[in-house]
């Protein structure tokens, strides 16, 4: 039997406080054996530490979002610091860059994607990669801060195949979401075809970025069977295929079993 792993999912989001534990049994059903829940503020990594408790499927990166980045500060950096002790916790993130959004200057983010970038290497945990509208600049402070030396995960991966390549150069690994569903999504369709199932994950990004039937509505984990299914189609794969080495990917790359 296939089984998936959701790499990137909030179920610490309000969208779910009506019926997480639906939610959490869909998944189930779906054959979603583990989930990986991102903190990336201090609500959201409160609710992230709490889920790690109550499931033993679930684990947690904790980071501080690029949008939110003039909130940060080093308390709250350290603060994470000693959260990332758990032995659940299994990454730093959502961090990076991201310019789409104006809440936070760019160089305000560039400062503490840096400062993450430190802490992941400190604590020798794998940084989790949120870009939006950022390539060049992500990929440059990726190399001038060695992040090699740790790795990490290209979050909801939609630059190009080099892009995807250069990032592979550098020990992180390509993460495909929903939007590879979409009908005009070129750039993920190509990176799904074209860059080895050896570098990809999957992910839902839920209760975003929702697959094709479900564009437009509520995410969650569930559909993360939806990604891995058209990963195969494109790869001209049987979906157990891809489910099993994406699996075997992440825990190999989680450390966990």
């Known amino acids: 039997m296939s089984t998936f792993i959701d790499t ?12 997480l534990q639906e939610v959490i049994d869909r998944a189930i059903a779906a054959n979603v054996e583990k989930m990986v829940v991102i903190g990336f503020d201090k609500k959201t990594i409160e609710r992230a530490m709490q889920l790690i408790e109550d499931y033993d499927f679930i684990y947690a990166v904790i980071g501080w979002h690029p949008v939110d980045a003039v909130d940060c ?3 709250y950096l350290n603060w994470i610091e000693q959260l990332a002790q758990h032995p659940k916790v299994v990454g730093i993130g959502e961090t990076g860059l991201d310019y789409y959004w104006d809440k936070s200057p760019k160089d305000v983010q560039q400062y ?6 430190h802490l992941a290497k400190k604590l020798e945990l794998p940084i989790i990669i949120h870009n939006r509208d950022a390539t060049g600049d992500v990929v440059r402070i990726l190399k ?6 740790v790795g990490g995960i290209m979050h909801c991966f939609g630059g190009s195949v080099e892009t995807a390549h250069e990032c592979i150069n550098m020990n992180f690994m390509i993460s495909l979401g929903g939007p590879v569903t979409f009908k005009n999504a070129r750039q993920p369709k190509e990176v799904a075809a074209e860059i080895p199932l050896e570098h990809l994950l999957i992910e839902t990004d839920a209760p975003y970025l929702a697959p094709h039937p ?3 509505k509520r995410n969650e984990p ?3 069977t ?5 990963i195969a189609r494109l790869k001209e794969l049987p ?4 489910a099993y080495k994406t699996t075997e990917n992440a825990k190999r790359f989680f450390k966990i079993q």
């Open 73 to 75: 500060t080093d308390d």
């Open 239 to 242: 979906v157990e295929e891809v």
């Open 8 to 19: 990137h999912v909030h179920l610490n989001a309000d969208q779910y406080d009506e019926d």
């Open 226 to 230: 939806l990604v891995a299914e058209e």
């Open 214 to 216: 479900f564009r437009g």
């Open 222 to 224: 569930a559909f993360v």
């Open 144 to 149: 001038e801060e060695n992040a090699a030396a």
């Open 112 to 117: 503490w994607f840096r400062k993450q970038i």
